[in-house]
């Protein structure tokens, strides 16, 4: 049996050795992130991908293997493990194919197949299928006993029949081969229900639908799944050949025949035969194989759709901050009016109120006055303004305050408000903001998350941030694991600044429990920031381990030595001080200069711990120590008169912000209250693989409107400027191959997945 370590290199393309290396330390508490960045000599460089990767198919591969382990006792402990077996379920490559071979062994509730064996009719089963030459109706006669609960040939006939399409239906071979036959060969096929038209008229596009399983994409299968659960859609699997008797080519009952050389050939028990092969398909292997085929579309589904969360997620979490300066953070709203906070460039709340500028109260003069007043009283430089509810209105209001404030130099910016209603409830708001009414803390979050949108959004749960597809269809445990990653990995690829950080940030640091960053506010406030990594070692709770794990991640800035606002870890600067050696340079005046730091050869300061791609990365941190490995901050600038989906016509050249990246394109915010779809064909000139590959979360782009459809609330762009509008031809994506199935509100927590912008945004 190949080990697990040699499985997973193999499946990476990388040594065993690099693997062996991972699981030691992953065994031993180490983070992705600590290892990827600080232990490259001993993975030979692999990196988070990679041990993102090996992480999860370790945890499968221990899971089966113990697994295996339990199977093979059980099959022991009923002295049926035979040296075949054994070697069968050592070399089981999936849980799948584990399970198919114990199916004959495990134990279950009395059947039919094992009623008849008690009474005695397992070897006419056996006889006859050995012997076709025998009659079954005689053979059968001398098995009949009233005693035994056989009263005649016909009950024997049955109970025979019975354990034969058990055998049939516990061969794991067999089954093996039929379940991959239907998979390459089957299709999903969906009906409407009866009288379902008009109330799942969301789901048109599969009233009458058929794809091959192969090739159906994930937000497909889900869009599908929701409709038959939702009791709108009529869903089956179907195959050819799987109606056709065991005589015809390409039936899956001739395969069965085949199998235990069951065939039309004019003998007495043919025909019995080929009745119990029809039996044992149709009653038995069919069925498991198609809920086995359901249970692998839905796992390659919502394997795609947490992998598209993950990826939108992190480019949200990535997305380029504004940086520290004082904001004006509009929570945009009709009746109970707009919520302002004011916070000063280091996220501290400055002032509050509510303004009431649209319907019904139509305060506008006023709020404009009272909102310039306060740009001016606490010198703001960005407004930023929620995209939910009355944002278009609430956005002509802050260009009012610019145009009447030309002096202030201020920018003003549409902000992503999703979440910020779950934050504003949540024991995080109520710690950090304990004084402020529950509708003012989401004007400070969405003013916060201009200025780093990474620190604001880890303190909401990354499901609420509404990036994804179909959240409510797919696995909580593996979505919340995703997810906790790809925030992990994103605070750790940043750095986190020890004297400013909230605990909700501090926690997603490598190694740092909840408990842990608490603390270290604590010691924070008490004792003032922090001068130098090494006190960190005063906090309590962060013992030795933990210090290794997190030091290298944590910035602090002015502090008493340059080094500790790098990303060099504190073990690493001996190094440094070899490298100040030999260019007779202070710190302070080596840090940034690049032109002497050029000139070195990382190879002259490795040693045994310290190897050259932790020199060569020492060297980098030197010139460009604590680098934002996000983008410069930049933003959409939304086109004047057109403010909701009527305002627009095909031709309309548009600037906008990529909101969601889905399998089939990518929704772009254009400041109607309404996303549009780039559908993957109208993303390039060239053909693409997935339309991650041309934008992310958080881009601005310019965009060609192609298609409008009020009456759905659908948007069709293009990110091809020059293509042509026929407005008599569909745009591209409004075929069914790029469906738009049932959105899903945004209230409450709930993700909105990938299609929740085919309708209004709800009020928050």
């Known amino acids: 049996m190949t080990s697990v370590n040699r499985l997973i290199a193999q499946e990476l393309g990388v040594r065993e050795a690099q693997v062996a290396a991972a699981v030691e330390l992953l065994d031993g508490g180490a983070t992705v992130p600590f290892i990827a960045r600080y232990r490259k000599e001993a993975t030979g460089s692999l990196d988070d991908a990679q041990l993102r990767t090996l992480e999860e198919r370790l945890g499968y591969l221990r899971e089966l293997q113990d697994r295996r382990a339990t199977v093979t006792e059980s099959i022991r402990a009923q002295g049926k493990l035979t040296l075949e077996l054994a070697a069968a379920i050592a070399v089981a490559d999936t849980k799948a194919r584990l399970e198919d071979i114990y199916l004959p062994y495990k134990p279950k509730r009395r059947t039919k197949a094992q009623i008849a064996r008690e009474a005695g009719l397992g070897p006419l089963a056996e006889?006859?299928?050995?012997?076709?030459?025998?009659?079954?109706?005689?053979?059968?006669?001398?098995?009949?006993s009233a005693a035994k609960g056989v009263p005649g040939v016909d009950?024997?006939?049955?109970?025979?029949?019975?354990?034969?399409?058990?055998?049939?239906?516990?061969?794991?071979?067999?089954?093996?081969?039929?379940?991959?036959?239907?998979?390459?060969?089957?299709?999903?096929?969906?009906?409407?229900?009866?009288?379902?038209?008009?109330?799942?008229?969301?789901?048109?596009?599969?009233?009458?639908?058929?794809?091959r399983l192969e090739r159906m994409p994930s937000h497909r299968i889900l869009a599908l799944f929701r409709g038959e659960k939702e009791e709108v859609l009529d869903l089956d699997l179907a195959a050819e050949g799987e109606d056709m008797p065991a005589g015809q080519p390409g039936s899956f009952e001739l395969t069965i025949g085949r199998r235990y050389r069951i065939a039309a050939q004019g003998r007495p028990g043919d025909r019995w035969l080929l009745d119990t092969v029809r039996a044992a398909w149709r009653t038995k292997i069919r069925t498991g194989i198609k809920a086995d085929l359901r249970a692998r579309l839905f796992e390659k589904a919502e394997t795609e759709a947490v992998k598209v969360f993950a990826g939108n997620l992190?480019?949200?979490?990535?997305?380029?901050?504004?940086?520290?300066?004082?904001?004006?953070?509009?929570?945009?709203?009709?009746?109970?009016?707009?919520?302002v906070a004011v916070v000063d460039a280091t996220g501290k709340v400055v002032a509050v109120e509510t303004t009431y500028p649209h319907e019904p109260q139509r305060r506008w003069q006023e709020s404009v006055q009272s909102l310039g007043r306060l740009c001016r009283q606490h010198g703001v430089e960005l407004i930023a303004i929620g995209n939910g509810t009355a944002s278009r209105e609430t956005d002509r209001l802050a260009a009012e305050i610019l145009a009447a404030n030309p002096d202030l130099k201020m920018t003003k910016v549409m902000v992503s408000e999703a979440g910020a209603s779950v934050y504003s409830a949540s024991e995080i708001a109520s710690r950090e903001l304990p004084g402020l009414d529950v509708s003012h803390r989401g004007a400070v979050s969405i003013a916060r998350r201009l200025q780093d949108p990474l620190a604001e959004l880890v303190k909401i749960d990354p499901k609420s941030i509404g990036v994804g597809q179909y959240q409510h269809d797919v696995g909580e445990t593996k979505l919340s694991k995703s997810l906790?990653?790809?925030?992990?990995?994103?605070?750790?690829?940043?750095?986190?600044?020890?004297?400013t950080a909230s605990p909700a940030l501090l926690a997603q640091v490598s190694g740092l429990s909840a408990m842990v960053a608490a603390n270290i506010v604590s010691h924070r406030d008490a004792n003032g920031p922090f001068r130098s990594r090494a006190a960190l070692k005063k906090v309590a709770g962060l013992g030795p381990k933990t210090f290794e794990l997190a030091a290298g991640f944590l910035r602090i800035q002015g502090g008493e030595n340059p080094l500790d606002r790098s990303g060099v870890h504190p073990e690493a600067y001996p190094v440094v001080r070899r490298i100040l050696e030999a260019t007779k340079s202070d710190i302070r005046v080596l840090i940034g200069n690049g032109a002497v730091l050029a000139t070195l050869a990382p190879?002259?300061?490795?040693?045994?711990?310290?190897?050259?791609?932790?020199?060569?990365?020492?060297?980098?941190?030197?010139?460009?120590?604590?680098?934002?490995?996000?983008?410069?901050?930049?933003?959409?600038?939304?086109?004047?008169?057109?403010?909701?989906?009527?305002?627009?016509?095909?031709?309309?050249?548009?600037?906008?912000?990529?909101?969601?990246?889905?399998?089939?394109?990518?929704?772009?915010?254009?400041?109607?209250?309404?996303?549009g779809l780039v559908h993957i064909s109208a993303m390039a000139r060239r053909r693409i693989a997935s339309p991650a590959g041309v934008v992310k979360a958080g881009d601005v782009v310019r965009v060609l409107v192609l298609a409008v459809d009020v009456p759905r609330k659908r948007i069709s762009l293009s990110m091809r400027l020059d293509d042509p509008i026929d407005r008599a031809a569909p745009a591209p994506g409004a075929r069914p191959a790029a469906p738009k199935p049932s959105p899903e509100p945004s209230q409450g927590g709930a993700l909105a997945d990938a299609f929740r912008r085919a309708t209004p945004r709800p009020g928050r």
Do not use: C, M
């Open 127 to 144: 006889a006859l299928l050995a012997n076709p030459a025998l009659d079954p109706r005689t053979a059968a006669g001398g098995y009949v």
């Open 155 to 211: 009950e024997a006939l049955e109970g025979a029949r019975h354990i034969l399409v058990e055998r049939f239906s516990e061969d794991a071979d067999l089954v093996g081969r039929l379940r991959e036959d239907f998979w390459r060969g089957g299709s999903a096929v969906s009906k409407v229900r009866k009288g379902k038209d008009a109330a799942g008229a969301k789901f048109a596009d599969y009233f009458d639908w058929s794809e």
């Open 314 to 339: 992190k480019d949200l979490l990535l997305a380029a901050p504004a940086g520290g300066r004082t904001t004006l953070g509009l929570d945009p709203g009709y009746r109970n009016g707009v919520k």
């Open 484 to 499: 906790s990653a790809v925030v992990e990995d994103a605070v750790n690829a940043v750095g986190v600044d020890v004297n």
């Open 603 to 675: 190879a002259a300061f490795a040693d045994e711990r310290f190897g050259v791609p932790t020199v060569r990365d020492i060297i980098a941190e030197l010139e460009k120590p604590g680098r934002d490995p996000r983008p410069a901050f930049r933003t959409a600038t939304f086109q004047e008169g057109v403010e909701t989906i009527t305002d627009l016509k095909p031709g309309q050249q548009l600037e906008g912000v990529v909101t969601n990246v889905a399998a089939f394109g990518a929704f772009v915010d254009i400041g109607v209250h309404q996303d």
